[in-house]
């Protein structure tokens, strides 16, 4: 071996992913450790042989094509390919093929190195398995909350909301019959009776309200239109931030779960405008095409500033990850200063039941 032979040998060996150089047929003229490492074969045994002489004819035939359409197109290719090892596990390669061309700029051969991801493509796969775990594990979560809310909120309104109306016309009964005894309207007696009479009224206004915040029962027994109006109504009221909802003349029963999707996106899309955005006026448009209903949510206010976002904010994430979960999307275009406008898109079948 003369001393460039040596130095390029060093130069190769140097590289801990398998490299070679292989002549116009293929034949191998320079191998370095790592390549010979793979292969389990001396030296001797590869140099001057080609692929199918040296690894598994089906892996062999393959890399004699590569070389083919490497030397053929003149250009560099790139490509990950996947080998069983003999152990049987799968294995990932990174693999680099370029021409080698004489002082003519004739293509006599060709040069290649290949880079073992497998660890790389392991890591990869697991986390996309675990993100996918989580999205399941959050969307159980949610439907799990949903119902729970939903059975609190007509427990509430049923059970607790009926004794208390009972207790009220029980107590107007008592006053009339009062009334009739000549007990006068400044007795002690009558006092109690109002003050008994006004904690009932608040009370049947608090449970009410506590039974809509956990989930309207509007929604489930007049639809997503009527409970949107509801939402908007009430936010209006409350925050004094001027409301508009647009919607079609008529609109399908969406299912349970794109109606409680919608509910709640616009429901945290209304808080966050009331805490972020200082705008003085929301329009909120329901629509559907053929494929879609689509929400949109847009506000005058300040815009989202993209340096101010906290790294616990978990409230578009969520918004985002109802879409997702429905197969729908989730588009944010905000300025700062100029508003901000959220697009939600979801299907209204299934993803599996479309053509
Ligand atoms: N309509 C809006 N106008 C202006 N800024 C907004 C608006 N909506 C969201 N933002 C900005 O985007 C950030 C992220 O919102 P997000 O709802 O994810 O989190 P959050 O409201 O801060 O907290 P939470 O997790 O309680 O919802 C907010 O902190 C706010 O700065
Ligand atoms: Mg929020």
């Known amino acids: 071996m003369s001393k460039t032979d040596e130095q390029q040998k060093a130069i190769l060996n140097n590289i801990p992913d398998q490299a070679w150089l292989k002549d116009a047929d293929s034949r191998y003229i320079l191998v370095n450790e790592a390549f010979v490492a793979a292969c389990r074969l001396p030296e001797q045994q590869i140099l ?3 692929p199918v002489d040296v690894w598994p004819q089906e892996w062999g035939r393959e890399y004699i094509d590569t070389d083919r359409r490497v030397m053929e197109q003149g250009v560099r290719l790139r490509y990950e390919e996947r080998r069983h090892a003999e152990d049987g ?4 390669y990174d693999t680099i093929k370029t021409p080698v061309r004489n002082e003519h700029g004739d293509v006599i051969g060709s040069t290649g190195i290949s880079r073992d991801i497998t660890d790389r493509k392991l890591a990869e796969q697991e986390l996309l398995e675990s993100r996918s775990q ?3 594990l959050s969307a159980y979560l949610q439907s799990v909350r949903e119902e729970e809310r939903t059975r609190i909120s007509r427990e509430l309104h049923d059970e607790l909301g009926q004794s208390l109306t009972a207790i009220r016309i029980g107590l107007g009964v008592m006053e009339t019959q009062l009334q009739q005894d000549g007990c006068s309207a ?3 007696c009558s006092r109690n009776l109002q003050q008994l009479k006004h904690i009932a009224d608040s009370t049947v206004e608090s449970v009410q309200r506590i039974a809509a915040d956990l989930r309207p029962l509007i929604l489930d027994e007049l ?3 009527s409970a949107l109006d509801w939402l908007l109504e009430s936010f209006g009221e409350r ?3 001027a409301v508009e909802l647009i919607l079609p003349p008529t609109l399908p029963v969406f299912s349970r779960d794109i109606s409680t999707a919608i509910f709640r996106i616009l429901q945290e899309s209304l808080t966050n405008v009331s805490r972020h955005s200082r705008a003085t006026s929301v329009v909120v448009e329901l629509r559907e095409d053929e494929r879609d209903v689509l929400l949109k949510i847009t506000d ?3 815009g989202i500033d993209a340096n101010d976002s906290r790294e616990n904010s978990l409230g578009l994430i969520g918004m985002r990850e109802r879409a997702f979960m429905l197969g729908g999307t989730l588009k944010i275009q905000s300025r700062k200063g100029s508003g901000t406008s959220i697009d939600v898109r979801i299907p209204k079948s ?5 053509a």
């Not at 299934?350 to 479309?354: K, M």
């Open 89 to 92: 596990t799968l294995r990932w």
């Open 350 to 354: 299934p993803a599996g039941d479309r």
């Open 48 to 50: 001057n042989r080609t």
């Open 134 to 136: 989580l999205r399941e």
């Open 223 to 225: 639809g997503l239109a």
């Open 300 to 302: 005058n206010g300040c």
């Open 186 to 188: 400044d007795s002690d």
């Open 239 to 241: 925050s004094r931030i």
